[in-house]
């Protein structure tokens, strides 16, 4: 597999690589969004992905609306500060339900697990799981396991899937937002990003960082006692960070958005790592947050009840949506920048 | 970094904006030498408050950047090796060589593995005495240090598995050749912070002296940067040329002495090609004869590889300050983060990549293309 050739004396221009998935592809950002446009989608069909790319369908079934979620979990390390991949599934399935005023009813779990794995960790992921989803009220109903050969999978891989009832009166979707619509974040973000990371690498920020990962429907559920079908898009900010989310409800609404830099809550030892690493807290992964687009009338009732929960106790406004343009950012000296798409995953940099 | 909110705190911005605007009769133009400097500067969008007149230029200081691109493709053609595991910083995994980038040649099987520091190369290396391990040691005086200590590390363990590819680059012999440029616009440089902390200034005084251009050893934060603008400005009003230093709290005179002592006992001066600008003399470290052994280019004999840049880049004119990245007709349309053409749309720190994340957009030419 030569790539470089001597012989040739002079090089082309060079080519990218399309032709192989590559893990900016699994990012949350502009790769992600071209994978699932390009090849996903055309293979699906319409009904599958045919509007704004949600975090969880609504299907109606004798008059109810439920929603429907899957989604699989790879992270490594399997255990970090915080939690770990176990309630991590549970949590971010939940939330994906949430995302759509869906209470959980139900949830499923499967394994791919990688022959070797300590019998153990196993043990302790599934506690966790199990605990999780006590905590939050949702019973697993069932579940599948798999055992893949030594170097086929790394480790442990979950799946899951999530049924919801959705709250009466209430439609938020990644479409909905509007110009002047107030933007809330309900807590700090990076925490998850940067916990995994710092575990990975040993880079000694464990000791100060623990991933936010919780559930976020009992939140989700008194914003929407407070604002009902003011509430019109919700998102929790996994992977790429806010600066994804923003840009997809900003695209799937038609809409653009400003956003106050020095109104987002990075704790110091996010933004102490990520000004190490050379990363944007804007585009870190977060696990237990969520951004709100709320009519402005009532915006601040919303906000109110999202501080009367622990899980959205520091919760603030932190921009507007405009009728068009980008997603920018008010800087903390006073200019405006574009907070763009990420387009893979971030790499720290040299110095 | 628990006072890193007092560097940003909009009121002295604009207390600094306003000093400038009240000292400033002329226009002139600064470089900044630092893509870290670069990055703050278009991310915070402070050349567009400066007032009109002064004009930031963006300097050739992003390791990513200036790294050349044989030295790009030698490491490719190592990591396709099966016996090695190559390992590297996160942003030097995207660069373009000349026919792919080592995150490609990863997903293709490559072992290719994200350090954070040169100590886990030489901790990989021990793990895995099986393999050869290497580390692609790119940057400035900054990252110097530490890939010295790596290596005299590996020295002491013994190991014959560890080995750098080593292109490293110094600061100095660059803005000299920026000022010696018939085209050179540059009246007075906002020296790199991170460098000085190692190197201290000495080797500033002279450049200052000769070319008659004040510096300004500046750090990081929009404050920084800011008053090191504010620092070159008054200089250059009232007619001096002396290297002033702006980022006291991290920066002495004489620098890190021990950490020049590492870089000094493992490295050696040597002349130096930079990706976009060419051979620059005396630019850039080596290992020295002791430490040959440790290096990746011969134990894999790369030595021959012959490149040839995208005729489209213009990252030449764009590290010395001649161009900026919307003169160029690939940017933003065959030249992006996704498809980066040349290497300052390659990493953060990357002049094109810092335009193009901040939403900057060329206006079209006549006779573009729509």
Known sequence: MTIVDPAAGTCPAPVPETERVLLGHGSGGRLSAELIADVLVPALGAAACGGPLEDAAVVRADGTELALSTDAYVVDPLFFPGGDIGALAVHGTVNDLAMRAAMPVALTLAYVVEEGLPMADLRRVTASAGAAAVAAGVPVVTGDTKVVGRGAADRLFVITAGLGRRLPGTAPSAAGARPGDAILLSGPIGCHGVTVLSTRAGLGFEADITSDTRPLHRLVAAMMAAGGDAVHALRDPTRGGLAASLNEIAVASGAGAEIEERALPVPEPVRAACEMLGLDPAYVANEGCLVAFVAPGRADAVLAAMRGRAEGRDAVRIGTVLPEGPVVVRTAVGSRRVLDMPLGEQLPRIC | ?370
Not at chain 2, 185 to 203: D, I, S
Request: glycine share 8%; aromatic share 6%; proline share 7%.
């Open chain 2, 1 to 370: 970094m628990k006072y890193l909110d007092e560097y940003r705190d909009p009121d002295l911005a604009r207390a600094l904006l306003a000093e400038l605007r009240r000292v400033t009769t002329r226009p002139w133009t600064l470089m900044e030498v630092c893509g870290g400097q670069t990055h703050t500067i278009v991310r915070q969008g402070i050349d567009e408050l400066l007032p009109g007149g002064i004009r930031m230029i963006h300097g050739p200081g992003c390791p990513v950047c200036v790294t050349p691109l044989e030295v790009l493709d030698q490491a490719m053609t190592i990591a396709q090796r099966p016996e090695v595991i190559l390992t590297s910083f996160g942003d030097m995994l995207r660069v373009p060589g000349s026919h792919t980038d080592l995150l490609a040649l990863r997903a293709r099987g490559a072992d290719v593995r994200v350090v954070y520091s040169p100590m886990d190369a030489v901790a990989l290396a021990r793990s895995h005495p099986d393999r050869q391990v290497v580390f692609l040691a790119v940057g400035f005086e900054t990252t110097a240090p530490a890939n010295a200590m790596a290596v005299r590390h590996a020295a002491t363990l013994g190991l014959t598995n560890f080995s750098v590819l080593v292109s490293h680059v110094l600061v100095p012999p660059a803005m000299t050749a920026v000022l010696r440029a018939p085209t050179c616009r540059v009246q007075g440089f906002l020296a790199a912070g991170h460098v000085c902390a190692v190197m201290g200034w000495t080797e500033y005084e002279p450049i200052a002296a000769e070319h008659r251009v004040p510096i300004v050893v500046t750090g990081f934060e929009p404050l920084d940067l800011l008053e090191g603008i504010l620092m070159a400005v008054r200089q250059l009003e009232t007619g001096s040329y002396r290297v002033e230093n702006q980022y006291a709290r991290a920066v002495r005179r004489e620098g890190n002495t021990a950490a020049q002592d590492a870089v000094r006992s493992v490295f050696r001066i040597t002349d130096r090609s930079w990706r976009g600008i060419g051979a620059i003399p005396a630019s850039g470290l080596t290992l020295t004869d002791a430490y040959a052994a440790f290096d990746a280019g011969r134990r894999f004999d790369v030595g021959s590889i012959v490149v040839r840049e995208h005729p489209d880049c213009i990252a030449g004119g764009i590290l010395t300050g001649d161009r900026v990245p919307t003169d160029c007709h690939a940017y933003g349309t065959a030249c992006t983060p996704r498809t980066p053409l040349g290497a300052p749309m390659v990493s953060a720190e990357g002049t094109c990549a810092a335009y193009y994340s901040a939403g900057r957009r060329r206006a079209p030419a006549p006779g573009d293309p729509s």
